[in-house]
């Protein structure tokens, strides 16, 4: 027979495992990017084609654009599309040289006075955007925005000038926090488990757990959820588990939690994949194609967050 030059096909996982029910959900309603995503987690596809789908996003100044972060429709570049890009770059090891160099010229110019981030630009304006997601014309920094995308940088040991004032805003936000939201939270420990003072970042995390722990910001009994209070403008339901806080074993917040709590909430994770094979979104849904575009992330960043805890996923 004669060959085509056509590429194998990757290992095909068990059936009705996590994996084997989540790949024909992504196959069903994924983007290219995290078909492609999904590929490199668990099919060992490579880091190219990754790459290649990312770069439909980018824009000329740098940032990224085109609701690569579903909530934001629109062509414009935003810190949170941004940021988006580079986890996607940290996940398959590409985060560094000039794609990131340009990132960091495009953080630049659209910080704000204290030299960190606004959790949406004012060139958002006129394009749907989820209405829990307010544009407004001089926005403040925030943590939320900033946290990580400077522990990604740090991560990846990249240095640039920007981050010099940004990681000294992390560090004064989160270190002054003491009323927060759960999406707060989970940006502080994305700055602190990589912020490059580990002591420093060790003592914060430590007085942050005990603040998620006494304002009960994350659910350590998900047959009891009535006992947890959701936080405001947050959907009806929108509880986080410490597997929101704690995606790694290796994560500061992980010592926020007793071993049967860390149990519990991963054991609700896994029996939350649906039918269909994907996870579903806990966030307020304002309009159908965010909520479909949003459901294959959900469902690779859960897959990654069983198995990175050693739960056996197919």
């Known amino acids: 027979m004669a ?119 004012p060139s958002q304006r006129g394009y749907p955007t989820a209405p829990f997601v307010p544009v407004v014309d001089d926005p403040p920094s925030a943590l939320l925005a900033t946290g990580p995308v400077v522990g990604l940088l740090h991560r990846n040991e990249v240095w640039h000038a920007w981050l010099f004032r940004a990681t000294d805003f992390c560090w004064q936000a989160v270190e002054s926090l003491e009323e927060s939201h759960p999406y707060e939270i989970e940006a502080a420990v994305a700055f602190l488990d990589s912020a490059p003072d580990r002591p420093r970042a060790e003592a914060a995390a430590d007085r942050l757990g005990r603040l998620v722990r006494a304002h009960r910001l994350a659910a350590l009994d998900p047959d009891g959820l009535d006992a947890y209070p959701v936080s405001p403008g947050y959907a009806p339901g929108e509880h986080h588990f410490p597997y929101d806080y704690a995606r790694t074993p290796q994560s500061l917040a992980r010592a926020w939690f007793t071993d049967d709590e860390m149990t519990r909430s991963l054991d609700h994770l896994a029996s939350q994949q649906q039918e269909d094979g994907g996870w579903p979104v806990r966030w307020r849904r304002w309009a159908p194609a965010p909520a479909l575009e949003a459901r294959p992330l959900v469902t690779v960043e859960a897959l990654r967050t069983l198995r990175s805890h050693g739960r056996p996923v197919g």
């Not at 490579?46 to 000329?60: C, K, S």
């Not at 940021?83 to 940290?90: G, T, Y």
């Not at 090891?93 to 495009?106: D, F, L, P, S, W």
């Open 3 to 121: 060959e085509t030059g056509a590429p194998p096909l990757p290992p095909s996982p068990a059936p009705h495992t996590p994996v084997a029910r989540a790949e024909r959900f992504v196959w069903l309603t994924a983007r290219v990017l995290e078909q492609r995503l999904f590929a490199h987690h668990f099919g060992g596809g490579a880091a190219d084609p990754v790459e290649t789908a990312l770069d439909a996003y980018r824009n000329e100044d740098g940032g990224y654009g085109h609701a690569l972060e579903p909530d934001l429709r629109g062509p414009v570049s935003q810190p949170l599309h941004t940021a988006h890009a580079l986890r996607v770059l940290d996940a398959v090891g590409r985060c560094a040289g000039q794609r990131v160099e340009r990132i960091c010229r495009y953080l630049t110019s659209v910080s704000t006075a204290d030299g960190a981030l606004p959790a949406i630009h």
